[in-house]
C-alpha cells in the first residue's frame, strides 16, 4: 500500500465517482479503477458498492476513509513541518549558556528576538559552565554554547562572536578598598582571593592567573565553586576577579571596581561543531550575533 493508493481512495470517495476523480487527479479512469480495486485487494475487503449511478462507501470503506483522511492531513503536516525545518522556520534548539550569561541584557534582547521571528522553534536553554558546554557540544548533546575562553586550537569547534567583555575586581562592600581600589592588584597579595578549581575550566582559570601574574600578583587562593564567587565575597571570604557580565546580577554586598592592571577584553562566543549544517542553527548564530537598535547602550 502506497501513499497514492490513500489519495487516489480519498478522490472517489469524495466524488462518490471513478470518474470525477479521475479527471480531477487527471489520470485515466481504468487506471484509477485498477489503482481502487489494488487496494481493496490489498485490504482484503470492498470499499465501494458500485451501481450505474457511481460507487457509495462500504461500512468499512466509511471507516477507511476516516482513517485516511486523518493520516494524509498529518502526512501533509509532517511534510510542511519538514520544509520549515529545512528553512530554518520549525524544529528545536538546544544552546549551552553559563549562568551568568542569563542576565546579560544584551543576550537576552537577542534570544527574545530570535523567539520573535522564529515562534515555531522550540529553543531550549541549558545552564552549563563553558568547560561542560564545549564536551556537550562535541557529544552533540547540545546544538551550540555560549562560551567565555576557549582553545581557540580546536578544529573541532568554532565560533562566532556573540560579544565582548572586560574584567572587573569584586570586593565585599565593607572592605577597605570597596570606596577605592588599590591602586595595582599587587597591593592585594595578603588579601584572601576567592578562586574556583582548575578544572572547572582550565581556559578561564589560566586566564585570570595570567592577569594575576602580569600585574605582579601571586594570590592567596581560598578555593570555591566557580558558580559562588560573588557570594563568597558577599559574604567577605575574599576579594575575586569576574567577568564584566557580573555587575547584571551582582549582590548588594559587593562592589565591583574597574581596574588598570585588568585592562584585557575577551569574547563571548557562540560555538558550534565545525561540521554543524542545522539551518536552526545557523539561523540563530545570524540573530546572536546581529546588533540590533537597541543593543548599542549594552555592548
Given at each position: 500500500m502506497?501513499?497514492?493508493?490513500?489519495?487516489?481512495?480519498?478522490?472517489?470517495a469524495?466524488?462518490?465517482?471513478v470518474?470525477?476523480?479521475?479527471?480531477?487527479?487527471?489520470?485515466?479512469?481504468?487506471?484509477l479503477?485498477?489503482?481502487?480495486?489494488?487496494?481493496e485487494?490489498?485490504?482484503?475487503?470492498?470499499?465501494?458498492e458500485r451501481?450505474?449511478?457511481g460507487v457509495?462507501l462500504?461500512?468499512?470503506?466509511?471507516?477507511?476513509?476516516?482513517?485516511?483522511?486523518?493520516?494524509?492531513?498529518e502526512l501533509?503536516?509532517?511534510?510542511?513541518?519538514?520544509?520549515?525545518?529545512?528553512?530554518?522556520?520549525?524544529?528545536?534548539?538546544?544552546i549551552?549558556?553559563?549562568?551568568n550569561?542569563?542576565?546579560?541584557?544584551?543576550?537576552?534582547?537577542?534570544?527574545?528576538?530570535?523567539?520573535?521571528?522564529?515562534p515555531?522553534?522550540a529553543l531550549?536553554?541549558?545552564?552549563?559552565?563553558?568547560t561542560?558546554?564545549?564536551?556537550?557540544?562535541k557529544?552533540?548533546?547540545?546544538d551550540?554554547?555560549?562560551v567565555?575562553?576557549?582553545?581557540?586550537?580546536?578544529?573541532?569547534?568554532?565560533?562566532?562572536?556573540?560579544?565582548?567583555?572586560g574584567?572587573?575586581?569584586?570586593?565585599?562592600?565593607?572592605?577597605?578598598y570597596a570606596?577605592?581600589?588599590?591602586a595595582?592588584?599587587h597591593?592585594l597579595?595578603?588579601?584572601?582571593?576567592?578562586?574556583f578549581?582548575?578544572e572547572r575550566?582550565?581556559?578561564?582559570?589560566?586566564?585570570?592567573?595570567h592577569q594575576?601574574?602580569?600585574?605582579?600578583?601571586?594570590?592567596?587562593?581560598?578555593?570555591?565553586?566557580?558558580d559562588?564567587?560573588?557570594?563568597?565575597?558577599?559574604?567577605?571570604?575574599?576579594?575575586?576577579?569576574v567577568t564584566?557580565i557580573?555587575?547584571?546580577?551582582?549582590?548588594?554586598e559587593?562592589?565591583?571596581?574597574h581596574?588598570?592592571?585588568l585592562s584585557?577584553?575577551?569574547?563571548?562566543e557562540l560555538v558550534?561543531?565545525?561540521?554543524?549544517?542545522?539551518?536552526?542553527?545557523r539561523?540563530?548564530?545570524?540573530?546572536?550575533s546581529t546588533?540590533?537598535?537597541?543593543d548599542?547602550k549594552h555592548?
Open positions: 502506497e501513499i497514492r493508493h490513500l489519495r487516489y481512495f480519498q478522490a472517489v469524495e466524488h462518490g465517482s470518474a470525477q476523480a479521475a479527471r480531477k487527479l487527471n489520470i485515466v479512469q481504468p487506471a479503477s485498477r489503482q481502487i480495486h489494488d487496494l485487494e490489498q485490504l482484503g475487503t470492498p470499499l465501494f451501481s450505474v449511478r457509495q462500504t461500512a468499512a470503506g466509511k471507516q477507511f476513509a476516516r482513517d485516511t483522511q486523518k493520516l494524509l492531513a501533509d503536516a509532517a511534510r510542511d513541518r519538514a520544509l520549515r525545518a529545512a528553512a530554518g522556520l520549525e524544529g528545536s534548539l538546544r549551552g549558556i553559563s549562568p550569561h542569563t542576565w546579560h541584557p544584551l543576550i537576552l534582547q537577542r534570544l527574545r528576538r530570535f523567539q520573535r521571528a522564529f515555531n522553534v531550549m536553554l541549558e545552564p552549563a559552565l563553558s561542560q558546554q564545549l564536551i556537550r557540544v557529544e552533540a548533546r547540545i551550540g554554547g555560549l567565555a575562553l576557549r582553545d581557540p586550537n580546536d578544529k573541532e569547534l568554532t565560533g562566532i562572536k556573540v560579544l565582548s567583555s574584567l572587573l575586581l569584586a570586593v565585599p562592600s565593607h572592605s577597605k570606596k577605592k581600589p588599590p595595582r592588584l597591593d597579595r595578603d588579601e584572601p582571593y576567592v578562586w578549581p582548575r575550566s582550565p581556559v578561564y582559570h589560566d586566564y585570570l592567573i594575576c601574574q602580569r600585574a605582579g600578583l601571586s594570590p592567596r587562593l581560598v578555593p570555591i565553586g566557580a559562588v564567587t560573588l557570594g563568597m565575597v558577599a559574604a567577605g571570604m575574599g576579594y575575586s576577579i564584566e557580573s555587575k547584571y546580577n551582582c549582590p548588594k559587593v562592589v565591583l571596581h581596574h588598570p592592571d584585557d577584553v575577551h569574547d563571548v558550534m561543531r565545525s561540521d554543524a549544517d542545522s539551518p536552526i542553527l539561523e540563530f548564530a545570524r540573530v546572536m546588533s540590533g537598535p537597541r548599542a555592548a
